[in-house]
């Protein structure tokens, strides 16, 4: 049984439902021993990723060259792709010690563009990008443009760093016209048509846009972390680590990777997977692909309550055959859900759960739904520690500070602690240690400040002559 969490022996239940509920509870406990066991295969891999092409972890080269001095400084716009919505920045560098200006508005992205064409998103970019610009009374000076960082968090093979060749969408989008193809390329093209006065420079990930972002001020930074609707990480390399990287520049170059290891385990050699999993994978835009985020990320651990809970339901032991429609909807319930079901007041976890499906929900039914909510969420947020345990290893890294950011971490409130108590057992720190060496810190702004400090390293670094990775 995960550590932190009273087992369903202490809710009094009908015999059956209570045993199912056990049965459960171990399938998505993972022990000690097997997240050891998994951060083995994750290091096997993040290695396998540095030493060819076409890897299961792609191990991604950004072309971002080490960690900012903090003394960038400039002016930059910003756009961010998410999963909702598409957020436009103006940020204004003044160095480390001096606060940063952010103009920014979020644009709702229609839903249909996620499963639209490739014309529609940029063209809904394009014109955002338009009503930003006029509404912020953005002016380049005479014919310059204003260089522009595009974050993309989605896994993008980087040839340059203004270029990314998308592999396959992720977090359920699935936009025709861009797997395969330049994102920055199709942008840079829209920019062009639309007269718009904007350079890109270049194309960032969020996981290496918050690990920047935060190293901008706190140089005790070593990983860059989301763990949100997906789940990614960034770290540095060195050239010389990197096999794959057929480079002019020197090996002791340090070089930002964007691991994407979402992918993690997509050969289910070790992921302690059930039944719901695989259903989840199944009916998913990409069977078969993003394995370990399926398991342990914001867009599916609500969807994974639901499938367990409709199981229960299905075997007649909750929910009175009341019809429960509502559990039949995919995607019906999502992260915000399933941790109000765990934190909330038992009574609010209630009123909660009857709204939201429609049903009449007893005091017991809903303790039940409260395990359910609370193994789910455990298991996330102690597999999310297996894969920066692993860089951590690979890397001899034995402190330093994780700048994680997305609505796991920063929305469940017991994810931090199930997380960093899990890396602790990994890591065999000993129980009785004051600090944890190793610790998570509220990442800062990746897509904003993050993507305008990359779009400011790249520009140095063409002042100083170093085009090395830059398309221009
Ligand atoms: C998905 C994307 C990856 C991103 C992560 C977090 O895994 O493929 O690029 O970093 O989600 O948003």
């Known amino acids: ?22 049965d459960i509870e171990n399938q998505f406990n993972v022990s000690t021993e097997k997240l050891k066991q998994i951060t083995q295969q994750f290091e096997k891999e993040l290695r396998e990723g540095l030493e060819k092409e076409g890897s299961n972890i792609a191990m ?57 064409d490739s014309r529609q998103l940029w063209n809904f970019i394009a014109d955002s990008l338009d009503e930003f610009i006029k509404s912020h009374q953005i002016i380049a000076n005479r014919d310059d443009r204003l260089p522009l960082g595009f974050c993309f968090s989605y896994p993008a093979s980087q040839d340059a760093i203004d270029h990314g060749i998308l592999k396959t969408w992720t977090k359920g989008f699935d936009i025709d016209g861009v797997e395969g193809e330049d994102a920055a390329a199709q942008l840079k093209d829209v920019l062009a048509e639309r007269g718009l006065p904007l350079e890109l420079v270049a194309l960032v990930n969020d996981t290496t846009g918050a690990m920047v972002a935060s190293a901008y001020k706190d140089p005790d930074t070593i990983i860059g972390a989301i763990f949100g609707t997906g789940c990614n990480a960034a770290y540095v390399e060195n050239v010389g680590s990197i096999p794959k990287l057929k480079t002019t520049l020197p090996p002791d170059t ?29 009916d998913s835009p990409r069977p078969g692909e993003q394995a370990f985020e399926k398991m342990s990320a914001g867009l599916y651990l609500g969807e994974i309550f639901r499938l367990t809970a409709l199981d229960l339901y299905e075997s007649g032991l909750i929910f009175d055959r009341q019809g429960a429609a509502k559990l039949r909807e995919p995607y019906k319930l999502d992260t915000g859900f399933l941790s109000g079901i765990e934190n909330d007041p038992l009574e609010t976890s209630q009123t909660r759960l009857e709204e939201c499906l429609n049903i009449k929900v007893t005091l017991d039914e809903t303790r039940v739904a409260r395990r359910l909510a609370e193994v789910i969420a455990a298991r996330g947020a102690r597999l999310c520690s297996c894969g920066v345990a692993a860089i951590c290893r690979m890397k001899g890294i034995t402190s330093g500070h994780v700048a994680a950011d997305g ?43 993050g993507a305008a400090v990359i779009s400011a390293m790249t520009l140095y670094r063409i002042h100083g002559g170093n085009t090395v990775g830059i398309q221009g």
């Not at 932190?4 to 509920?21: A, D, F, H, V, Y």
């Not at 960038?72 to 001096?98: F, H, P, S």
Request: hydrophobic letters at 35%; one cysteine or more; glycine letters at 8%.
């Open 1 to 22: 049984m995960a550590k932190g969490l009273e087992t369903s022996e202490s809710i009094q239940l009908p015999p059956e439902l209570r045993s199912k509920l056990i």
């Open 60 to 116: 991604n080269v950004t072309w971002v060259l080490g960690l900012p001095s903090g003394d960038e400084i400039g002016e930059y716009v910003t756009i961010d792709l998410g999963g909702t919505n598409l957020r436009m920045c103006r940020v204004a560098l003044r160095g480390q010690r001096e606060e940063i200006d952010i103009k920014q508005h979020v644009y709702r992205l229609p839903p249909a563009i996620k499963t639209g």
């Open 254 to 282: 340090p070089m930002a990777i964007n691991c994407e290891y979402g992918a993690f385990d997509n050969a289910h050699r070790v992921l302690p997977r059930t039944k719901y999993d695989v259903s989840i994978d199944k």
């Open 407 to 449: 609505t796991v971490a920063n929305k469940h409130p017991k994810f931090k602690q199930r997380w960093a108590e899990a890396l602790g057992e990994i890591l065999d720190w000993p129980e009785d240690r004051e600090e944890d060496p190793i610790i998570i810190t509220n990442a800062e702004d990746g897509s904003g400040i």
